[in-house]
Structure formats: structure tokens, C-alpha cells
């Protein structure tokens, strides 16, 4: 008697531990071998954990043995699932939750990364979406079915998503700045939070490092 082998593999809590263990050990390189600000490092376990949930949601579940898995490999092929063709075919519900998706990847990036200008938010947008699109592929191949569509607009809507959170980050610092000086009375410190997100909207790069 066969016995089908039924797995689903999905990003679970035991998925959030271990990934909260190996950003701990991050954390700890961080603070001890590139000397970074505790600020720092809270806003590099914040974006940390938005990468997570990206995961979870664009990578997971993965499903392996069921009779959904058979019927796609019988009647699906991997071309069937894979778009090169900008626009061709684009679902308009999708584009804006991809768009949605990297928003946030678009405004914080500037919080863990120095140097953060519009080309280098294109090309980080881009590199992000096509890792995502890329492990769907691999995985895929691996498991022998196409269990997600590899699509070029989805990549293009994850760059717009991420242009669109560094224009928002752009507004949200001059709003920052502005706040600052017009409501800070004199002699006033402000909190190591809100002096971080100051400092990072002024583009000083001074507060990255460990004082």
C-alpha cells in the first residue's frame, strides 16, 4: 500500500523563533564588532521583522503530497506560471498589494542604511522584489510544480511600492525637521528616539554608531 506523503510547510511560530535567534546573534555582531547605537539596532529589528512577515507572505505556505499538488503538476507546466511581458495579463487587485507590500521597505530603509537616495531605493526595490520572485522559482523547481506565479509586474509594482515609502519617508522627515525646531523649547533634549528619527531625517549619519 502506498502512503502519500503529505507535508505543509509554513511560516509558523517555531519559523519566528529561530529567525528571532539569528537576528539576536545579528544584533549582538553588531553591537559588539560595528558598534552601532542601540537605536540603531531597534530600528534594524523592526525592519527585521517587516522582512519576516514578507516572507511569510510571499514565500509561504508550501504545499507538498496533496491532491491540489498533483492536479498542478499534471495539468500546470512552469512556463504556464511565469510572465516576462510587462502589463501582459496584470491583475489590478495584485499590483496594489505588491505596491502596498514594499511600501514599507521604501520608508525604512533610510533607518538602517546610510547612504539612501532615489536610485539606490530603485535598485534596492528592485533587487528585494526579484529575490522574492526569484526563491518562488527555486522553490518550485524543488518541489516540481509551479506553486506561485513568477511575474515581471510584480517586480515593477514592489519598485513603485518602494519609490512610493521613500517619497513618504522624504515628507515625513521635512515634516520631522520642521516640528523640531518650531516646537523644541530651548535647552530641551530630545528622547533617544525621537533625536534617531531626527538625525536620520537631517541625513546625519552620526547616529548609526555607538556614541
Keep these: 500500500m502506498n502512503r502519500r506523503l503529505f507535508m505543509l510547510i509554513d511560516f509558523d511560530i517555531l519559523t519566528y523563533i529561530i529567525c528571532f535567534i539569528i537576528l539576536g546573534f545579528v544584533l549582538l555582531y553588531l553591537k559588539k564588532q560595528r558598534n552601532k547605537s542601540n537605536m540603531y539596532l531597534f530600528f534594524f529589528s523592526v525592519f527585521s521583522f517587516y522582512i519576516m512577515n514578507v516572507a511569510k507572505y510571499t514565500i509561504f505556505p508550501i504545499e507538498i503530497g496533496t491532491e491540489w499538488v498533483d492536479y498542478l503538476r499534471e495539468n500546470r507546466s512552469f512556463s504556464s506560471n511565469i510572465n516576462f511581458i510587462p502589463f501582459k495579463e496584470q491583475d489590478l487587485n495584485q499590483t496594489l498589494l505588491n505596491i502596498l507590500l514594499s511600501i514599507p521597505f521604501g520608508f525604512g530603509l533610510s533607518y538602517i542604511k546610510k547612504v539612501v537616495n532615489l536610485k539606490t531605493i530603485v535598485l534596492a526595490g528592485l533587487t528585494f522584489s526579484f529575490s522574492i520572485e526569484m526563491t518562488q522559482l527555486i522553490i518550485s523547481l524543488l518541489i516540481g510544480y509551479p506553486y506561485r506565479i513568477i511575474d515581471i509586474n510584480d ?18 522627515s521635512k515634516l520631522v525637521i520642521l516640528m523640531v525646531k518650531k516646537s523644541l523649547p530651548e535647552n530641551e533634549k530630545l528622547s533617544p528616539f525621537l533625536l534617531y528619527i531626527y538625525k536620520v531625517s537631517k541625513k546625519d549619519t552620526s547616529q548609526y554608531k555607538a556614541v
Excluded at 155 to 172: C, Q, R, S
Design 155 to 172: 517586480i515593477m509594482a514592489n519598485a513603485l511600492g518602494a519609490v512610493i515609502g521613500y517619497a513618504a519617508f522624504l515628507l515625513f
